[in-house]
C-alpha cells in the first residue's frame, strides 16, 4: 500500500514532484525510497531517506539537482526533482521497507514494498 502521485511530461530545466504515501502494513516502515525504470533496463536506485533518522542518500546522477524529503505526519515521502534532463525519463517507483541490514539501502531487494510506477517525461 504505497501510493504514488505526480509525474507528467515537462521541458527540459522544468521541477516536478513526486510524492508516495504509505498504508496499512507500509505505514511501519523506516526507509523509503524512490527508483526508475526504462524500458529494456533494470530498475535504478535514486533517491532514499531514513523515516525516523532523516538521513539521505542520493544516486550519482541526481545527487544536487533532486530532493527526497518526510513528512512523518502524513506517512509520506515526497521527491523534489530540478533540473530535469531528457535522461531522467522514466517510470519512477517509490519504495518501503521496515528494516535495513545496512544504510544507506540502494538495491531492489533492499525494499519489501513497491508502489506503481508514475511516469515522467522529459522533452528536450
Known amino acids: 500500500q504505497l501510493q504514488a502521485s505526480g509525474g507528467g511530461e515537462v521541458q527540459a530545466g522544468d521541477s516536478v514532484s513526486l510524492s508516495c504515501a504509505a498504508s496499512?502494513?507500509?505505514?511501519?516502515?523506516?526507509?523509503m525510497g524512490w527508483f526508475r525504470q526504462i524500458p529494456g533496463k533494470e530498475r535504478e536506485f535514486v533517491a532514499t531517506?531514513?523515516?525516523?533518522?532523516?538521513?539521505?542518500h542520493y544516486s550519482g546522477s541526481v545527487s544536487g539537482r533532486f530532493a527526497i524529503s518526510r513528512d512523518t505526519a502524513l506517512n509520506t515521502v515526497t521527491l523534489q526533482m530540478n533540473s530535469l534532463k531528457p535522461e531522467d525519463t522514466a517510470v519512477y517507483y517509490c519504495?518501503?521497507?521496515?528494516?535495513?541490514?545496512?544504510?544507506?539501502?540502494?538495491?531492489?531487494?533492499?525494499?519489501?514494498?513497491w508502489g506503481q510506477g508514475t511516469q515522467v517525461t522529459v522533452s528536450s
Open positions: 496499512g502494513r507500509t505505514f511501519n516502515s523506516t526507509v
Open positions: 531517506i531514513g523515516l525516523i533518522t532523516g538521513s539521505t
Open positions: 519504495a518501503a521497507t521496515a528494516f535495513t541490514v545496512r544504510w544507506p539501502p540502494t538495491t531492489v531487494g533492499a525494499y519489501a514494498y
